[in-house]
């Protein structure tokens, strides 16, 4: 594929960068950089539902409230309330673009209940939330003959001034490098402005519920083009996924714990949330991806069990529809026995530093969702605020642009890239290899339970292997194999780096060594050599 130039480029289509693609104003040519396929992305596979104030009784201060409390303290207010407060409208677009949000029996939607929620708040479709999301904004992005979808481009740098023909010209950011999954060529997509909506990096464990492609590749972009990372030591373990020899990644919503799931012991049949937290099984997910993780080495077990067969067998079949008939096909029958789950690896909390416009460090660089540190989530996500997050940033940085646009400069003459100096490798073992090993030491080193020993065992790994990967990058063509690992280890280190940094425990981020939490909650930021 040539060298392209448009108005704006988005690098990932799920529902940050579709979002803001529908808000950019119609006059802009805007190109929707996807991965893989357009709908691979994490928003797809979103199973609970949005969160937003809806309910009578509820109010913004409560669900301001009760994400601080998730949150350990570490959110921004401001950025918690900015969206909070623009959650409802979120949610009525959603609607407005086709999204059949399962209807209450009294009021206009059903709102079911989550851990960390004081209200019923979160509006869904059944148990397929992010799939519905994800149809509706791609319905909507076709209507619009400025945005173009382009499929399987993987990202490769982000273009900045240093890639200009008449050398740099300043901090600035004008598109991205991208290489094609299907003709293998380098491509520059050239733009005045830039949003990076590439998602986490939850795919840097061993165990994880995110899809494959989740390894921090917009993250670790935009640290090498200069940018501050924040509270990279906060990935939020799910708690529940399914544990099963040959399907490693199926999430189990929380919503089954929302609506009476229960955990327990396999044999006893003993529940133990309890012995944790008054709130049981509605409690934080930390608090239970901790609790469930204490029992299995406890115990020395591989699993424990959620159980909601004691509900009704038509309810639970008419709420999880595609959990229920996943499970069925794996000989799992839910309405009349256990599900078998482990913790895994499920959202990056922490990322790229923006404001409450979705700005970054760099001019003409912006980021919404996954991929971002916005200070709304803090130490702990509370759930179903991602896809939120999604929604009201992408719309807050696509505003940003519209109103900005007549001060924003066209890109200079960027140059192509250059594979000159470098071969086809015949060793793609090597990427495999570092692949497997990056996420093996990462689930047994920083993990839910983390010590500083470890810690810093895996920081001696990520440095040897940033060594090799560097030195194999510099010398054969750029796959997006390789591409991914390269991104892998940029991350692995700044969340290694992060934790290390963080001498407490608080949210997400428990650390045997300094087992209490300080006073005063303050943020983990990396900042880059070019910006010290």
Request: aromatic fraction near 6%; include cysteine.
């Amino acid at each position: 594929m040539a060298d392209q130039a448009f108005d704006v480029v988005i690098i990932g289509s799920g529902a940050a960068g579709l979002s803001a693609a529908l808000e950019l104003p119609p006059e802009l040519k805007v190109a929707v950089l996807a991965k893989g396929d357009i709908s691979a992305g994490s928003t797809a596979w979103a199973q609970g539902g949005i969160a937003a104030v809806l309910e009578p009784g509820d109010s913004f201060e409560h669900h301001i409230e009760d994400t601080i409390m998730a949150g350990a303290g570490l959110n921004d207010r401001r950025s918690v309330e900015f969206v909070v407060e623009n959650a409802p409208a979120a949610i009525e677009r959603l609607a407005e673009l086709g999204v059949p949000f399962n209807p209450g029996e009294s009021e206009r939607w059903h709102l079911t209940r989550e851990g960390g929620h004081s209200h019923r708040r979160i509006v869904h479709v059944a148990d397929a939330t992010g799939w519905a999301v994800q149809q509706a904004l791609e319905n909507a992005v076709s209507k619009h003959p400025n945005i173009t979808l382009v499929p399987n481009m993987v990202a490769i740098d982000l273009i900045t001034g240093r890639h200009a023909e008449h050398g740099d010209s300043g901090d600035r950011v004008w598109g991205v490098y991208a290489v094609g999954r299907a003709h293998g060529g380098v491509s520059a997509f050239t733009a005045g402005a830039t949003i990076l909506a590439a998602g986490g990096a939850s795919r840097a464990w061993l165990y994880s519920t995110n899809p494959r492609g989740s390894t921090g590749d917009g993250i670790a972009m935009a640290w090498r083009a200069g940018c501050r990372v924040s509270n990279m030591e906060f990935n939020q373990f799910h708690p529940t996924c399914l544990h099963h020899h040959d399907v490693k990644n199926f999430l189990i919503t929380e919503a089954m714990r929302g609506e009476g799931g229960q955990l327990k012991i396999p044999g006893s049949g003993r529940r133990f949330m309890g012995d944790f937290d008054p709130r049981a099984e509605l409690a934080p997910r930390d608090i239970v991806a901790r609790a469930i993780d204490h029992e299995l080495k406890r115990l020395g077990i591989d699993f424990v069990h959620l159980d909601i067969s004691h509900r009704d067998p038509e309810f639970v079949r008419g709420h999880f529809p595609t959990i229920a008939a996943k499970l069925l096909d794996l000989g799992v029958d839910i309405t009349k026995e256990p599900i078998p789950v482990v913790p895994a690896a499920h959202y990056t909390c922490g990322g790229v530093v923006v404001d409450l416009d979705g700005k970054t460090d760099l001019d003409g660089l912006y980021a919404a969702g996954e991929v971002t540190q916005s200070g709304l989530h803090g130490a702990n996500r509370l759930a179903s605020n991602s896809v939120l997050e999604c929604l009201v940033f992408g719309l807050a940085a696509a505003r940003h642009i519209g109103a900005s646009w007549d001060d924003l400069s066209p890109p200079p003459p960027i140059r192509p890239w250059d594979e000159s100096r470098v071969t086809h490798s015949d060793e793609e073992v090597v990427v495999h290899h570092n692949w497997r090993e990056i996420r093996r030491f990462m689930w047994d080193y920083v993990g839910i339970v983390r010590t500083t020993k470890r810690l810093e065992r895996a920081l001696n790994r990520v440095n040897l292997l940033r060594q090799e990967t560097e030195d194999y990058y510099g010398h054969f063509r750029v796959t997006p194999d390789l591409i991914e690992l390269r991104n892998l280890v940029e991350v692995s280190g700044l969340i290694v780096r992060s934790a290390l940094a963080r001498k407490e425990s608080r949210g997400l981020h428990y650390i045997q060594d300094y087992p209490e939490m300080l006073p005063d909650a303050v943020d983990t930021v990396l900042t880059p050599s070019s910006l010290a």
